[in-house]
């Protein structure tokens, strides 16, 4: 049903990765922005994730308005895949093995997960990571204590190929409609020709997944205490980095 509702956003179609059809104001937009982006290298990510969080909050949103914890769940879900997906394409741009970046590992269930520092580092390595912009936001917003980000990457580890894998550890209260590894799913492969078009540059892949993040947590700042907010989001991020989507 979530996936469904989403084949009927525009230029939304899961199982194509076609580029999206450009109408001319959409064109002149992307040509300024490749024109900025000399001056401004963050142009494009900065546009392109309010375009991203514009079509989640339209997906998401019902009659009672838009569930925040769902959100952060799904874009902390995509932030950390891309994360993953940015060092794929760049080892394929340098003619490397997809995985190279990656220790692999394999679980009796026959999944493969992927670790490793470069993977961390995109996540949580500097300001410009996920976690440097979630949490910058949820400071931003008021968080007087941030979540304990060694103890999400260590439990991660822990459940690798278990059920608890994947599942945020929030009360019952503040789940999100349907889990990460759903929500990545359904959005990603709907979602990545946008994001390509804002950013041909795979490295800002999650730069922009994390600036869209700020603007969750921000809009959610009211209805949810922003260092849970940013708890949903890394709880989702940090697993979701480590899936391998084609056989997930």
């Not at 922005?33 to 514009?54: H, M, N, T, Y």
Request: hydrophobic residues 40%.
């Amino acid at each position: 049903m979530f996936k469904k509702m989403f084949e009927k956003l525009p230029g939304s179609k899961p199982q194509e990765q076609k580029k999206p059809e450009l109408d001319p104001k959409t064109a002149a937009l992307i040509h300024a922005i490749r024109e900025q982006s000399e001056e401004d290298p963050l142009v494009g990510a900065r546009i392109g994730a309010k375009e991203i969080f514009q079509r989640l909050l339209n997906g998401l949103k019902n009659e009672k308005g838009v569930h925040i914890e769902s959100l952060l769940c799904a874009l902390g879900a995509l932030a950390g895949y891309s994360c993953q997906a940015n060092l794929r394409a760049q080892a394929l741009a340098k003619g490397m093995p997809e995985t190279a970046a990656f220790q692999t590992v394999g679980t009796k269930g026959g999944k493969e997960y992927f670790f490793g520092d470069p993977l961390n580092n995109a996540l949580a390595g500097s300001q410009y990571s996920v976690w440097g912009l979630a949490a910058g936001a949820a400071q931003h917003a008021g968080a007087k204590e941030l979540p304990d980000l060694n103890e999400i990457f260590q439990h991660t580890s822990s459940v690798v190929g278990g059920d608890q894998f994947g599942i945020p550890r929030v009360h019952e209260n503040h789940r999100a409609g349907d889990t990460p590894i759903n929500y990545l799913k359904a959005l990603w492969p709907s979602l990545l020709p946008t994001v390509k078009l804002f950013c041909p540059n795979s490295v800002d892949w999650p730069i922009l997944y994390g600036l869209a993040l700020q603007e969750a947590i921000d809009l959610g700042k009211s209805a949810i205490d922003p260092a849970l907010a940013l708890k949903i989001v890394m709880e989702s991020a940090i697993p979701m980095s480590k899936v391998d989507l084609l056989n997930a």
